[in-house]
T-cell receptor
Framework: EAGVAQSPRYKIIEKRQSVAFWCNPISGHATLYWYQQILGQGPKLLIQFQNNGVVDDSQLPKDRFSAERLKGVDSTLKIQPAKLEDSAVYLC????????????FGDGTRLSIL | AQSVTQPDIHITVSEGASLELRCNYSYGATPYLFWYVQSPGQGLQLLLKYFSGDTLVQGIKGFEAEFKRSQSSFNLRKPSVHWSDAAEYFCAVVGSGSARQLTFGSGTQLTVLP
């Protein structure tokens, strides 16, 4: 089966610019997650979707980050405006749903803010 | 809220030697536990998981982990390390109740010497 697809792989922008990431989950996976992984740390959940509804966005900095999952499949994560501390790898994951289902991760987008 | 501690930031072993990576968790009830591996520039790959039953679980690539409730630990082991095992390893926990967010430890970087 095809894995979780993410694009772009790398992105370099200046602070205060905007950026968007795209994720296509594994076919049939109802749950989609966006994580932020800062260098030297484990991934931190930003937002979780169940189909096209938000389940948990408690750690999403809503003043600058936004995410959507149109039609319950693909998802985009946007940052506007970007800050230096947003430099990180942004990982998308998907699962069949339920806390006992393993999450399958994409290769991530490495974002560098200048 | 649940938490995960990986006390070893970096471990170095010789190829062919045995390996044990430590993981301690904090959660009120029986958690769901996972080990993931991340190679440079890639996403996380699931090595193994524990939900219930036999406390010794087998995973891919010759890895195993043992759940010890009395010690709140879920240590990862491999009897003979290969050079290709060099990567970063993350332990993660998700609550089986209302706390469904997957929480990661900060990771252990494994270096394998020839």
């Amino acid at each position: 089966e095809a894995g979780v697809a993410q694009s772009p792989r790398y992105k370099i922008i200046e602070k205060r610019q905007s950026v968007a990431f795209w994720c296509n989950p594994i076919s049939g996976h109802a749950t989609l997650y966006w994580y932020q992984q800062i260098l030297g740390q484990g991934p931190k959940l930003l937002i979780q979707f169940q189909n096209n509804g938000v389940v948990d966005d408690s750690q999403l900095p809503k003043d600058r980050f936004s995410a959507e999952r149109l039609k319950g499949v693909d998802s985009t994560l946007k940052i506007q405006p970007a800050k230096l501390e947003d430099s990180a790898v942004y990982l998308c994951a998907s699962s069949l749903g339920g806390s006992n289902q393993p999450q399958h991760f994409g290769d991530g987008t490495r974002l560098s803010i200048l | 809220a649940q938490s995960v501690t990986q006390p070893d930031i970096h471990i170095t072993v010789s190829e062919g030697a045995s390996l044990e990576l430590r993981c301690n968790y904090s959660y009120g009830a029986t958690p769901y536990l996972f080990w993931y591996v991340q190679s440079p520039g890639q996403g996380l790959q699931l090595l193994l998981k524990y939900f219930s039953g036999d406390t010794l679980v087998q995973g891919i690539k010759g890895f195993e982990a043992e759940f010890k409730r009395s010690q709140s630990s879920f240590n990862l082991r491999k009897p003979s390390v290969h050079w290709s095992d060099a990567a970063e390893y993350f332990c993660a926990v998700v609550g089986s109740g209302s706390a469904r967010q997957l929480t990661f430890g900060s990771g252990t970087q494994l270096t394998v010497l020839p």
